[in-house]
């Protein structure tokens, strides 16, 4: 699996969405996507990349295009 | 840059002030005309109040601060509904009124990025293991989050792995700590609860049983309100050298903070005092006539934050009692404020995480 399917498939399970609905657009507080579901998604993501993400860039997290962003400092590429 | 990037981009706890009390001052004669235009209630209080020029203020204490009881009566924002992403309301035993406080996207960003700076000051960016003193039911009702559930929530960014000790008869899970802490031995872990909480779940549990458990390596952060406890004769002093004879615990920090402006949080230093974050300052008032007291003198306790854009609560008389302790020089190495609570305006209802979660207990005679 890709990266972007990985990433794809962290933020279609915690958020509860289907994959082929997730764009560079899709924010916080928008549909599923509120505080606790960013938990859910946070766990998701470190899991799926075997990565720890630092507290600042939980918070940062914002859409799925800043967790591209986000990702690329951990040498995760897309 | 704006006075409120700044106050962002600057370290916590690092502007002098009189530096922090200009850049405050600047976007709080912003923040107050805004509300004015924004929210009727709001502009009909302050045209009552007489005051004429809304952003004229030659200084913080000028500003006009509303009662923070306003917020259960009336629906007080300053953004359209369509705005509004989600809505607080208070802890509040069953037959007292709530506050609801309406959030926009841009306030409740701010609220997270205000509690990261603050947290991270003290507990450093890495997440740790967190262990968690309540149930995970508090968090389960999505559509009505609780200022319990909000604070549990918003606390959580802050940690990995995260573990309720709780069950949801507000029962110790025992076995499943102990199989947690041996999982995350010779690591740092962050514990977080509500201090009656920590005090009559975790600690109390823990002393009757024969199972000893070491926490020595944990950093515990809690809130909520001291009432029930100071009934049972448990100051903050006893807490924190209770918590340490019993777990070895020795890095355990109190914050003070309200609904009403979520992130702005007062956070205890290892000095046992309680400090003003960057973006928040508190001014201590006379009960009999409202002047401005001068450190030392117990007082009533005015709240003033940058964070709230979305519904006036920029500067809040709260009910609560407090004493500032000085300014610039605690010998933590904090700037700002710093200052103590000291228990609640005569007459005031209860209110807190903490407390009325006390309170419900004792007059249903089980926990919900």
């Known amino acids: 699996m890709g990266n972007l399917e990985k990433l794809k498939k962290a933020f279609s399970e915690s958020l509860e969405i289907e994959p082929e609905t997730i764009t560079d657009e899709l924010s916080y507080s928008s549909g599923n996507w509120d505080s606790i579901a960013h938990l859910a998604l946070i766990a998701s993501i470190e899991t799926e990349f075997d990565i720890m993400l630092a507290s600042d860039d939980v918070i940062d997290m914002s859409s799925f295009q800043k967790a591209k962003e986000i990702l690329g400092k951990y040498d995760i590429k897309f | 840059m704006s006075a409120i990037e700044e106050l962002f981009s600057l370290p916590q706890y690092s502007i002098h002030n009189d530096k922090k009390r200009a850049l405050l001052l600047e976007e709080l004669k912003q923040l107050t005309q805004f509300h004015y235009l924004n929210s009727i209630p709001y502009k009909n209080i302050i045209d009552n109040l007489g005051i004429r020029d809304k952003n004229k203020f030659g200084s913080i204490e000028e500003l006009p601060y509303i009662p923070v009881r306003l917020f259960k009566t009336q629906n007080i924002?300053?953004?359209?509904?369509?705005?509004?992403?989600?809505?607080?309301?208070?802890?509040?035993?069953?037959?007292?009124?709530?506050?609801?406080?309406?959030?926009?996207k841009e306030t409740s960003m701010l609220q997270v990025k205000a509690l990261a700076s603050i947290i991270t000051s003290y507990i450093g960016q890495q997440r740790l293991p967190m262990i968690i003193i309540d149930t995970d039911a508090t968090i389960k009702n999505k559509s009505s989050l609780s200022a319990r559930g909000a604070g549990l929530v918003g606390l959580s960014n802050f940690g990995r792995d995260h573990f309720f000790a709780l069950d949801e008869n507000m029962e110790l899970k025992v076995d499943q700590l102990l199989a947690y802490l041996e999982k995350h031995k010779n690591e740092q872990l962050l514990l977080f609860g509500f201090t009656f909480m920590v005090w009559q779940y975790l600690y109390q549990t823990m002393k009757k049983t024969d199972t000893?458990?070491?926490?020595?390596?944990?950093?515990?952060?809690?809130?909520?309100?001291?009432?029930?406890?100071?009934?049972?004769?448990?100051?903050?002093?006893v807490f924190k050298s209770?918590?340490?004879?019993?777990?070895?615990?020795?890095?355990?920090?109190?914050?003070y903070g309200m609904v009403e402006q979520v992130g702005s949080i007062y956070m205890e230093c290892e000095?046992?005092?309680?400090?003003?974050?960057?973006?928040?300052?508190?001014?201590?008032?006379?009960y009999n006539d409202w002047s401005v007291l001068p450190a030392g003198k117990k007082g009533v306790v005015q709240t003033i934050s940058v964070l709230p854009k979305s519904y006036p609560g920029h500067s809040l008389l709260t009910e609560d009692m407090g004493t500032i302790i000085g300014i610039d020089n605690c010998p933590c190495g904090r700037k700002g404020t710093y200052f103590?609570?000291?228990?609640?305006?005569?007459?005031?209802?209860?209110?807190?995480?903490?407390?009325?979660?006390?309170?419900?207990?004792?007059?249903?005679?089980r926990a919900n």
């Not at chain 2, 305006?345 to 009325?356: F, H, N, Q, W, Y």
Request: aromatic share 6%.
């Open chain 2, 271 to 286: 000095e046992g005092h309680l400090h003003t974050p960057n973006f928040a300052e508190i001014i201590i008032r006379d």
């Open chain 2, 242 to 255: 209770e918590l340490y004879k019993l777990f070895g615990m020795k890095k355990i920090y109190n914050f």
């Open chain 2, 340 to 365: 103590s609570v000291n228990g609640r305006v005569p007459k005031a209802e209860l209110r807190g995480c903490s407390d009325t979660h006390a309170e419900t207990v004792q007059s249903n005679g």
């Open chain 2, 212 to 237: 000893k458990i070491d926490l020595s390596n944990a950093t515990l952060i809690h809130s909520g309100g001291w009432k029930k406890l100071i009934e049972q004769s448990v100051s903050n002093e």
């Open chain 2, 77 to 104: 924002k300053s953004v359209p509904d369509s705005e509004v992403i989600k809505t607080l309301t208070s802890s509040g035993t069953t037959n007292q009124q709530v506050s609801r406080i309406a959030l926009n």
